[in-house]
């Protein structure tokens, strides 16, 4: 096998697993640290705020200078000198500008990965997902063993130790990653005005916009959700953990089938899938179900994400790989991120949980039927007889 996959490979899931750290721990330590509940959730919403406008800059930094490795060496570096500025923080507006600092460096690196996984798969004839999946695999794995390992270290106030110990293997992984060539071709800013008039890359953001929303939603508020309605912070762990295994054997087939049908297709049928994930989740209110529905993150997201991923790079030029891999990513992580906390918190706080999940199928039903019409139009353009 292509040495560079097996690196990728270890890459994504060392990457994952630092993820696995932060989103279930870093509330637990701020609240340890006395913070307030809305000082936590400001803190909290920096990260997709950031990445809407760090992931594109980036991205364009990556393509105007025809490295990838250096530009992730580089943010991965600072993301490292951001956490010890934020884990030795006394005070809140200090913690504030490093966890500021600290998503403003690290976010974009996933685009990035995902920019140089897409390059290396297709020289060496491998499927996307069989890269992407170790990530599922390094989150879920360190999903399940934090909690005895802070409780081996001394509780979540030394979850820092941990948190550094997987980035050194994360860095130490990186030094044997390969750049991939690119076209060679001089990026300005008059190349990169092509994709702001770019009409149909811009349609897909938005369908991916409306689609994501409710994902977003999901990923903020479910544990809160699943509380409500008496479940435990033990069962939110176990369904964050379940989710993310129940990607990776969607990663490893996926790539077998999907040259079968075209992305847009794929795309308005996964968000059919959401709307039905969704409806269940607004009617079903005992927590173990909810758990288990988690399983459902597999053929929704780990599908969604990759025909995404896959078809984006066919809509902009080869030298503004890493730039399209950014905006979409900030479309997912920033914008939808944003609307989907704040638009989710308010339908929950004003009519209740099941109803913020009907929103939710309400929009993925849309975002469905708009991939199905894009798809439709297209397909009649391009059987058009030729005038």
Known sequence: MNKQIWILRGLSG??????????PYLPLYFMQKGYTPSQIGLLMTIGPFVAMFAQPMW??????????????????????????GLFYAESYPVSFLFMLLLYFFMMPSSPLMDSIVISS???????????????????????????FVLGWIGGVSHLQYMYWALWVIHLAILIFLRDEPHSGQRITFKTLGSIAVNGPFLLFLLMMFLVTIPHRMHDSLFVLYLTDLGGTEAMGGWAWALAAISEVPVFALLGRYMHRFHELALLGVVSVLYM??????????????????QVLQGITFAVFWTVAVQYAVRLVPPELRSTGQSLLSAVFLGLAGITGGYAGGWVKEAWGGAE????????????GMMFFAVRFYTRRQENAPLK
């Not at 697993?17 to 989103?23: I, R």
């Not at 004839?125 to 934090?146: E, I, K, N, Q």
């Not at 969704?278 to 179900?289: K, T």
Request: net charge positive.
């Open 14 to 23: 060392s990457y994952y697993a630092t993820q696995a750290v932060l989103l």
């Open 59 to 84: 991205g364009y930094i990556s393509d105007r200078f025809h490295t990838v490795k250096k530009i992730i060496l580089l943010l991965w570096s600072l993301t490292i000198l951001s956490s010890i």
């Open 121 to 147: 798969t297709l020289r060496a004839g491998v499927s996307y997902g069989s890269v992407r999946l170790w990530g599922s695999v390094g989150f879920t794995v360190v999903a399940v063993l934090s909690g």
């Open 276 to 293: 039905g994930r969704w409806l269940l989740y607004a009617l079903i209110d005992d927590p173990w179900l909810l758990v288990v529905l």
């Open 356 to 367: 913020m999940y009907y929103f939710g199928a309400a929009l993925a039903l849309i975002a």
